[in-house]
């Protein structure tokens, strides 16, 4: 059907209204209703009990980042709900119970101060880390306080660097100087929400004399700058995020700023005396030409003076991507992506020429499996972090060093529901313009293919994020230990297969990444592993837009959808919070050309009475404000209109998580898994 007309009226608007009396009264009479039926099935109670000491378990892994000697780690348990950021050092780590030192305790901060914190992380002053910036939000939001910290006194400074709350970027330049870009004003914010002009804020002086170093345009994405603080090589640099996918820097050289002349779309960075620029797309330059999703490198100051060689440091395949750098002090450490599993691939410099060694962790052979790097001390050290995980297989936390030497096994997640019996199947379903797409499916090795087996497809599709093996405590818990078959769709739009995978889909292309899940799901009715009737569907965000587009195409093939923190209003989604910074990605609804192929897959103007549809459950959160909750409202209020039965479930606090502790966390997943537990079960 043709797209709705751009001029239609909005019946719904006033359910944009986030702490709108009447939005908020709908949204309560909604809650209950979805509590009511949900939270008095059969086995809620035990789920939510089961989930929630998962999620307070003192046995998961205690991630943990160097800053200063000492490994700093943020956790929940059940005795700390907002939870403890606390540190250790790293022959304490390595124990099994490590002696923590706690920084702050955000329980009784939140009680002593009478708000609702949530923590938002720390910039560091480095390489010192005397000092640090910490982010509390209010409920979990992307907005968020700053506030000075001192390390070792362990305590806020008084009189110290503070900003209210708002989506500020914030980088030290020295003890007594940062960059900062918030809200200064009107006029200081992009149309997406985030920062656009960044200033130099000076110790004791009044954040309005700080002085102006950058500024972008209203319509870019954001501004921000930052100090690399590697002794020798340090540089400050500014960013103009131009777009999601484009950008402009610049490296600041006394008080001027000099561009360096990269592609527009693609990411550079520093390492000590070199650069490194990961491309999107080809690039032909000094007479060569580079490919679409390759790493290069080049001495850093022959680049920013226009005249350089550069090292061709990975070359994408068919089936191979680049899916991370993590740097250290001597090395790079590359994350690759090949058919959707993760293999790492140490690069070092040795007579000016670059040298690749392969990675092997113990026991890394012949799993479906995920791997994620993160340094231990970039500056000063080569050691740094892996994580190790599959479907099936508790996540594994090593320390390795870069030049050699045998990964150490520092900490095992345990197993927290039992995979003795299951087996992970990657299979290809072939979308109707003939792309192969892969898929995960996890299921009993007794498994029937009859039709008969309740499945839960999860998918994304989007913002070239990858979907790889992991090791789903929760999902595990509550659907594939009760004899449940969870499939991941590896779709186009993610980054499964680099930056080509990612823009087969975008913009104008976005249906193929709806063809492709669809062509999944038909795939696993073929195969015999399920059928309309047990078949259900899960995303969110991104891919909240994702199974409400299929919603409204393919209804006949679902029995359930899970719709959590979604984008649906395609027609407004670009005047809502942070969505204008999202247009590289789905176009412009404004521009008459773009809404007609947006508006034919817009979840929202797709739905219709008369036609039967899936039932639905959708989450969201009163304080998200990345994706505002009144797509989730407008879209079921429109369902419920139209006379389709649905349940709709909004978190007061939670932001784009859904969910701000454990507490709630739990109760979130309780809520969705026992859906799909009525839907496909029953």
Same mark, same amino acid.
């Given at each position: 059907?043709?797209?709705?007309?751009?001029?239609?009226?909005?019946?719904?608007?006033?359910?944009?209204?986030?702490?709108?009396?009447?939005?908020?009264?709908?949204?309560?009479?909604?809650?209950?209703?979805?509590?009511?039926? #949900?939270?008095?099935?059969?086995?809620?109670?035990?789920?939510?009990?089961?989930?929630?000491?998962?999620?307070?378990?003192?046995? =998961?892994?205690?991630?943990?980042?160097?800053?200063?000697?000492?490994?700093?780690?943020?956790?929940?348990?059940?005795?700390?709900?907002?939870?403890?950021?606390?540190?250790?050092?790293?022959?304490?780590?390595? !124990?099994?119970?490590?002696?923590?030192?706690?920084?702050?305790?955000?329980?009784?901060?939140?009680?002593?101060?009478?708000?609702?914190?949530?923590?938002?992380?720390?910039?560091?002053?480095?390489?010192?880390?005397?000092?640090?910036?910490?982010? #509390?939000?209010?409920?979990?939001?992307?907005?968020?306080?700053?506030?000075?910290?001192?390390?070792?006194?362990?305590?806020?400074?008084?009189?110290?660097?503070?900003?209210?709350?708002?989506?500020?970027?914030?980088?030290?330049?020295?003890?007594?100087?940062?960059?900062?870009?918030?809200?200064?004003?009107?006029?200081?914010?992009?149309?997406?929400?985030?920062?656009?002009?960044? =200033?130099?804020?000076?110790?004791?002086?009044?954040?309005?004399?700080?002085?102006?170093?950058?500024?972008?345009?209203?319509?870019?994405?954001?501004?921000?700058?930052?100090?690399?603080?590697?002794?020798?090589?340090?540089?400050?640099?500014?960013?103009?995020?131009?777009?999601?996918?484009?950008?402009?820097?610049?490296?600041?050289?006394?008080?001027?700023?000099? =561009? #360096?002349?990269?592609?527009?779309?693609?990411?550079?960075?520093?390492?000590?005396?070199?650069?490194?620029?990961?491309?999107?797309?080809?690039?032909?330059?000094?007479?060569?030409?580079?490919?679409?999703?390759?790493?290069?490198?080049?001495?850093?100051?022959?680049?920013?003076?226009?005249?350089?060689?550069?090292?061709?440091?990975?070359?994408?395949?068919?089936?191979?991507?680049?899916?991370?750098?993590?740097?250290?002090?001597?090395?790079?450490? !590359?994350?690759?992506?090949?058919?959707?599993?993760?293999?790492?691939?140490? %690069?070092?410099?040795?007579?000016?020429?670059?040298?690749?060694?392969?990675?092997?962790?113990?026991?890394?052979?012949?799993?479906?499996?995920?791997?994620?790097?993160?340094?231990?001390?970039?500056?000063?050290?080569?050691?740094?972090?892996?994580?190790?995980?599959?479907?099936?297989?508790?996540?594994?936390?090593?320390?390795?060093?870069?030049?050699?030497?045998?990964?150490?096994?520092? &900490?095992?997640?345990?197993?927290?529901?039992?995979?003795?019996?299951?087996?992970?199947?990657?299979?290809?379903?072939?979308?109707?313009?003939?792309?192969?797409?892969?898929?995960?499916?996890?299921?009993?090795?007794?498994?029937?293919?009859?039709?008969?087996?309740?499945?839960?497809?999860?998918?994304?599709?989007?913002?070239?994020?990858?979907? &790889?093996?992991?090791?789903?405590?929760?999902?595990?818990?509550?659907?594939?230990?009760?004899?449940?078959?969870?499939?991941?769709?590896?779709?186009?739009?993610?980054?499964?297969?680099?930056?080509?995978?990612?823009?087969?889909?975008? &913009?104008?292309?976005?249906?193929?990444?709806?063809?492709?899940?669809?062509?999944?799901?038909?795939?696993?009715?073929?195969?015999?592993?399920?059928?309309?009737?047990? %078949?259900?569907?899960?995303?969110?965000?991104?891919?909240?837009? !994702?199974?409400?587009?299929?919603?409204?195409?393919?209804?006949?093939?679902?029995?359930?959808?899970?719709?959590?923190?979604?984008?649906?209003?395609?027609?407004?989604?670009?005047?809502?919070?942070?969505?204008?910074?999202?247009?590289?990605?789905?176009?412009?609804?404004?521009?008459?050309?773009?809404?007609?192929?947006?508006?034919?897959?817009?979840?929202?103007?797709?739905?219709?009475?008369?036609?039967?549809?899936?039932?639905?459950?959708?989450?969201?959160?009163?304080?998200?404000?990345?994706?505002?909750?009144?797509?989730?409202? =407008?879209?079921?209020?429109?369902?419920?209109?139209?006379?389709?039965? !649905?349940?709709?479930?909004?978190?007061?606090?939670?932001?784009?998580?859904?969910?701000?502790?454990?507490?709630?966390?739990?109760?979130?997943?309780?809520?969705?898994?026992?859906?799909?537990?009525?839907?496909?079960?029953?």
């Amino acid at each position: 059907m043709p797209p709705p007309s751009q001029d239609a009226a909005d019946p719904y608007l006033w359910l944009e209204e986030v702490e709108g009396e009447r939005a908020l009264a709908w949204v309560a009479g909604q809650n209950a209703l979805a509590e009511g039926e #949900l939270e008095a099935s059969p086995g809620f109670d035990a789920l939510r009990t089961r989930l929630r000491g998962i999620l307070d378990s003192t046995a =998961k892994i205690p991630y943990a980042g160097c800053h200063g000697g000492l490994l700093y780690n943020f956790w929940r348990d059940a005795a700390h709900p907002r939870g403890l950021w606390r540190r250790t050092t790293l022959d304490q780590y390595r !124990l099994p119970e490590p002696g923590w030192e706690t920084v702050i305790d955000l329980d009784a901060l939140a009680r002593l101060e009478g708000e609702n914190w949530v923590w938002g992380g720390a910039t560091w002053l480095e390489p010192t880390a005397e000092r640090c910036l910490v982010s #509390l939000s209010r409920g979990g939001g992307d907005a968020h306080v700053l506030r000075e910290f001192d390390l070792a006194g362990r305590q806020f400074v008084a009189g110290g660097f503070a900003l209210p709350e708002a989506k500020s970027d914030v980088a030290w330049i020295d003890r007594d100087t940062l960059f900062v870009g918030t809200d200064f004003g009107p006029g200081s914010l992009t149309e997406s929400g985030y920062p656009r002009i960044v =200033k130099q804020w000076r110790r004791g002086t009044p954040l309005a004399a700080a002085i102006t170093v950058f500024e972008a345009r209203p319509d870019d994405l954001s501004a921000c700058a930052w100090k690399d603080a590697t002794p020798g090589f340090e540089r400050e640099f500014v960013l103009r995020q131009a777009g999601f996918y484009s950008s402009e820097l610049f490296v600041r050289r006394g008080g001027s700023l000099v =561009k #360096l002349t990269k592609p527009a779309d693609a990411n550079a960075f520093a390492v000590r005396d070199q650069v490194v620029i990961e491309l999107r797309s080809d690039w032909e330059t000094g007479g060569a030409r580079y490919p679409q999703g390759a790493l290069l490198a080049a001495d850093f100051d022959a680049f920013v003076a226009g005249a350089c060689a550069f090292a061709l440091l990975f070359t994408p395949t068919p089936t191979s991507s680049l899916d991370g750098v993590t740097v250290t002090r001597d090395a790079l450490l !590359l994350t690759v992506l090949d058919k959707v599993s993760n293999r790492i691939v140490e %690069l070092r410099r040795a007579g000016g020429a670059w040298e690749s060694h392969p990675v092997a962790l113990p026991g890394s052979g012949g799993t479906h499996a995920a791997l994620d790097t993160w340094a231990y001390d970039r500056v000063a050290s080569n050691r740094y972090f892996v994580s190790r995980t599959s479907f099936t297989e508790p996540t594994t936390l090593y320390l390795a060093q870069a030049g050699g030497g045998e990964p150490e096994a520092l &900490k095992a997640m345990p197993a927290f529901f039992d995979a003795g019996g299951l087996r992970v199947e990657q299979f290809e379903a072939c979308s109707p313009d003939g792309a192969r797409v892969p898929y995960f499916a996890v299921m009993a090795r007794a498994t029937r293919l009859d039709g008969s087996n309740p499945t839960l497809l999860y998918g994304y599709g989007g913002f070239e994020v990858a979907l &790889k093996p992991s090791y789903g405590a929760i999902s595990g818990s509550a659907w594939l230990e009760d004899g449940g078959v969870y499939v991941v769709a590896n779709i186009r739009g993610g980054g499964e297969f680099g930056p080509r995978w990612h823009q087969a889909a975008l &913009k104008q292309h976005r249906q193929r990444a709806f063809d492709d899940f669809i062509a999944v799901a038909e795939d696993l009715i073929a195969r015999g592993i399920s059928s309309p009737r047990r %078949l259900g569907i899960m995303g969110g965000s991104n891919g909240g837009l !994702l199974v409400g587009a299929v919603l409204a195409q393919r209804p006949e093939l679902f029995n359930a959808v899970v719709c959590q923190v979604p984008l649906l209003d395609m027609r407004r989604y670009h005047l809502l919070l942070a969505g204008a910074s999202w247009m590289d990605e789905y176009g412009d609804p404004d521009d008459p050309a773009q809404w007609a192929w947006i508006g034919r897959y817009s979840p929202y103007h797709q739905v219709q009475a008369g036609r039967r549809y899936p039932r639905i459950l959708f989450t969201t959160s009163t304080r998200d404000d990345r994706v505002h909750p009144g797509h989730a409202r =407008k879209m079921a209020a429109r369902m419920l209109e139209q006379g389709h039965e !649905l349940l709709y479930w909004e978190n007061l606090e939670g932001g784009h998580a859904g969910a701000a502790d454990n507490a709630q966390t739990a109760r979130m997943w309780a809520l969705a898994w026992t859906f799909l537990r009525r839907q496909l079960r029953n």
